[in-house]
């Protein structure tokens, strides 16, 4: 995880500082800690003669913040090497709270939000991770910001859209160079559409194809720029080419075949994203994207058509058999699908005929 590495890289940071502060405060240090800190030798085993004097030098309250940081850290590396997490997530949380102004506590707060997540707490550790970006500054190590640590566990770790906006929202103002940002807006488009947002979520997608990151892949979403793309070209198109019902459209491609009409195929044929592929291929192939006119594969040839819809038609799609076009693959079928588009209501559920399949079916 990315906790993981930040803390294995202010170890190696702050190892010298630490035991150079620790050895010098040691030969002053007694060998015994207070009652009151006696919950945090439990289970140490080899290590409860250093921490006692960890403790002890703790106690002292140095004034010095990397002094202390440098204590902190070996009683709280300690206590994860024994896995006692519970006496962990107290030491730590009590020093944030006495220590209000401490530099360190975003990060002790977050050495005790990845406990809370190592042990599938998650609403706990999303509680943690708020908590340091409203209260705490941002601590930079090595150039990474713990801040963008929080989003970045934050977005795993939440499934609501209003949240989703507020982290990649931040995400993007704040560190956009640190991140992707063209999936940063593809993600933020995603949430305003889930959320029903759709004029943003339709700015936002614009924003996201700006990039070119025809390559982008989202989980969940293989062809993430034609989805994307998909949607504004729909949304910025005349969407003059729906039928009402899905027999109205079937009967007037009927009536078109019959009369030779291609001037009316032509005009039912959907203006964005039609496609005409084999069984094979899939929609995002480059080469299923057709721009043809439909006289060009009649040619006086006697066009016949199936009396009812292919049986594997369902609600949301169906497919009439066709065959007679001249070309090396006489047989096409047609796809219907059912519009779904809730950014314009008015052709929402209607139908459109949005592609043809090469050949009869595999």
Known sequence: MVFVTILSVLKKILTGI?????????????????????????????????????LELLAKNPKNQET????????????LTAQNNVSLVLFLTTSVENYPDNPYNA???????HIYLQNN????????????LKNCPDLEIQGRSLHLVCLENLIKITDSPELHIRYYTELITRFPSNIDAA?????????????????????????????GRFDIQVPGIPNSYEYAKQIVDYNS??????????????????????TYNYRALDSYRAKVNFFAMSWKQTASDKNSQVDFQMRDFMAGNRIRYSAALDSSSTPYEAYL???????????????????NFPADPEIHGRWEWAGIYYGDKV
């Open 18 to 54: 630490s035991i150079s502060i620790i050895a010098f405060f040691c030969v002053t240090a007694t060998a015994c800690s207070s009652d009151s800190s006696s919950y945090l030798l439990y289970g140490l085993k080899e290590n409860s003669d250093e921490q006692k004097q960890l």
């Open 68 to 79: 202390r940081f440098a204590l902190m850290n070996r009683v709280a590396n300690n206590l």
């Open 107 to 113: 990060y002790w707060l977050l050495m005790t939000a």
């Open 121 to 132: 707490a998650p609403k706990i550790a999303k509680y943690y991770f708020e908590r340091i």
């Open 183 to 211: 999936q940063a807006y593809f993600m933020l488009a995603r949430a305003y559409e889930k959320l029903g947002e759709w004029d943003l979520a339709i700015q936002t997608y614009t924003q996201f194809l700006s990039y």
């Open 237 to 258: 198109s005349s969407k003059d080419w729906t039928f009402e019902t899905l027999d109205e459209l079937v009967t007037s491609i009927k009536r078109a075949i019959d």
């Open 321 to 339: 058999r066709t065959w007679g076009w001249y070309q090396n693959v006489s047989v096409w079928y047609l796809y219907f699908r059912k519009v």
